[in-house]
């Protein structure tokens, strides 16, 4: 404010000067020359003591200072992805918006045509931005949204995105904005600047990939459930025997919940909401009164064929309330804590060689971040969990000698979390079989329940670092009761006979 009126006194003092000469012309008219001398020497002083001023004040307020960018905040906004199609498409856009300011400290305004703001990460441009003109006021600040669309196919394309997101969780990127303008002081002083700012962002891509579910059983802490896997096939390939003899099991063991490992609709999942496949291999299938419990179910790879997020829709549960069906989630109940993995986005071929087949990628694009959230959200469940029994539940197995065999991506991505978290069973499905392998470097027992109907496929290799300690190639199921103290499992034959068993208790269970 107190500038403001020191500009004032400024342009009456330039015209000042013009007064003097009339008056000295006056005096020149008188002839009086000592007079004139005293008054020349006056008007010289006027001059330099306005030049002085002048000088200082150029120097000082006038002074075009240039105007200060900030960015005060960047916000990801949501991936836009495409709803109401199943096709895969290669990538979709991120887009960032960034709250940026210009400062303009002149006592002139300050007007741009144009700003510019691009990103980078790693040297390599991976957006760009272009703001609208403007102005900012004297001593003023001027706030922008501008926003950034990072064309994600670059981004997840670079090599270093990977170990970079281990390492932190954050996305580390360089913007650099560009404001070009003029600050015009008086109509007198003019002057072009281009502001350029240099900025480093890190932004933080962590999201809660895991949702929580609880379950309350009996007061007595013990749980007991089934886990079948691979099975929706409208009742045939003895669906409909297995699912008889669950019920029989179920009923005998007093079953909490029922555990689905994934490919729960053949061959291409559910067409939509609507499917009546959803009654034909479900509901009206699993029938029986023991079974009209929670089914806790993931995805399969047969079921990203079809209209993935239709089996993720709560709406099927007005048709069979059973139906509890998420991409990836945690169970707490009393003495175990499950961990349900959304596997299938962990396999390099379904994205590198489809072949004919179409994936209902939707949900999962950038791809990297998806698997690297999901990873760190699943370490950091583990760690919280305090319960006696942490069961990692996926659709792909870690460790199988069946048809697929082990599931590399898994081995190398999955697998290092649960060993550092203590886990105690991972168990799956996609092989059509029934198998328990245990190996030398951990605790983890793995169990393979896949053979919910479709099976003898007549694949049983050997493995050369792990245990097979069973392995059955036919129809059938698991069973598992859980006490704080003890754990075990058996596998049915299409018959429900028990065709091997194996129980743990918390004492050994320490010691090992
Ligand atoms: C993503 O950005 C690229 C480049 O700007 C554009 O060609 C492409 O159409 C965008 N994709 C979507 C899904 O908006
Ligand atoms: C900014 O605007 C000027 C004209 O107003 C134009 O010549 C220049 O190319 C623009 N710069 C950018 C980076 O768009
Ligand atoms: C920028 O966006 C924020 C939040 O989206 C909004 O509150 C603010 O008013 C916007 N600023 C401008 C200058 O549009
Ligand atoms: C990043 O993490 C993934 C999966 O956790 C792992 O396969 C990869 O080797 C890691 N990369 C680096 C550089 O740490
Ligand atoms: C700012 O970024 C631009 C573009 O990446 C680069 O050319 C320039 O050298 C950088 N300046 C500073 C001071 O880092
Ligand atoms: C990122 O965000 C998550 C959830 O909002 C938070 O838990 C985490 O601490 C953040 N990470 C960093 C490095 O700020
Ligand atoms: C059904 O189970 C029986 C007994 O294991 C087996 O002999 C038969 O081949 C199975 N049927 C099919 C279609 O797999
Ligand atoms: C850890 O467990 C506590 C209590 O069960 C829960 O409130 C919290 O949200 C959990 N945190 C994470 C990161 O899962």
New binding site residues.
């Given amino acids: 404010m107190a500038d403001k009126e020191q500009v004032r006194p400024l342009a009456p003092a330039s015209i000042r000067p013009r007064s003097d000469d009339e008056e000295t012309a006056l005096y020149l008219k008188k002839s009086h020359r000592t007079k004139c001398i005293k008054c020349c020497g006056c008007i010289a002083a006027l001059f330099v003591i306005l030049v002085i001023v002048l000088i200082i004040l150029i120097f000082t307020v006038f002074k075009v200072k240039d105007p200060i960018i900030k960015m005060n905040s960047v916000k990801v906004n949501k991936l836009d992805l495409i709803t109401g199609t199943t096709t895969p498409r290669p990538g979709s856009n991120m887009s960032l918006t960034a709250d940026v300011s210009v400062k303009n400290p002149n006592v002139a305004s300050f007007k741009y045509s144009n700003t510019t703001t691009a990103l980078y990460y790693r040297g390599t441009a991976i957006g760009e931005a272009r703001g609208p003109p403007g102005q900012a006021k004297a001593r003023k600040t001027m706030r922008m949204n501008v926003t950034v669309d990072i064309i994600m196919d670059t981004l997840t394309s670079n090599p270093n995105l990977q170990s970079d997101l281990n390492s932190s969780g954050l996305l580390s990127m360089t913007s650099f904005t560009r404001v070009g303008g003029r600050v015009k002081i008086l109509k007198i002083i003019k002057k072009h600047v281009i502001v350029k700012m240099n900025c480093t962002m890190f932004i933080n891509l962590t999201s809660q990939e895991l949702q929580r579910l609880e379950h309350h059983g009996k007061s007595d802490e013990s749980l007991s459930f089934l886990v079948i896997g691979d099975w929706g096939r409208g009742g045939l390939y003895n669906q409909s025997e297995i699912a008889f003899q669950m019920g029989r099991i179920g009923e005998k063991l007093d079953i909490d919940f029922v555990i689905s490992t994934g490919d729960n609709f053949y061959d291409n999942g559910l067409k939509g909401v609507n499917d009546p496949a959803f009654q034909e291999s479900f509901t009206k299938i699993y029938s029986q009164k023991s079974l009209q419990k929670p089914w806790y179910s993931i995805l399969g790879n047969h079921d990203y064929r079809g209209d993935a997020k239709a089996q993720l829709n709560p709406m099927l549960r007005k048709i069979d309330s059973r139906w509890i069906c998420l991409r990836s989630f945690t169970l707490?109940t009393g003495s175990a804590d499950f961990f349900f993995m959304d596997t299938t986005p962990f396999v390099d071929v379904y994205f590198t060689d489809p072949e004919e087949r179409v994936y209902d990628w939707r949900g999962i694009y950038p791809r990297e971040i998806y698997l690297n959230n999901l990873l760190k959200d699943l370490d950091?469940?583990l760690r919280?969990s305090t319960a006696e029994w942490k069961i990692v539940v996926g659709h792909h197995a870690i460790r199988s000698i069946s048809h697929h065999g082990d599931t590399q991506e898994l081995i190398d991505q999955l697998l290092p979390v649960l060993e550092m978290n203590g886990v105690d069973f991972y168990v799956n499905g996609h092989d059509h079989c029934l198998q328990r392998i245990s190996c030398p470097d951990n605790r983890i027992q793995f169990l393979t329940s896949g053979a919910g109907s479709k099976a003898w496929r007549g694949d049983d290799k050997k493995h050369d670092k792990c245990a097979v300690h069973f392995f059955y190639d036919g129809q059938g199921f698991m069973s598992m009761q859980l006490k704080s103290t003890e754990a075990k499992m058996v596998f049915y034959d299409v018959f429900g006979q028990p065709i091997h068993q194996w129980s743990v208790s918390r004492m050994l269970h320490s010691e090992m």
């Fill in positions: 707490n950091s469940a919280n």
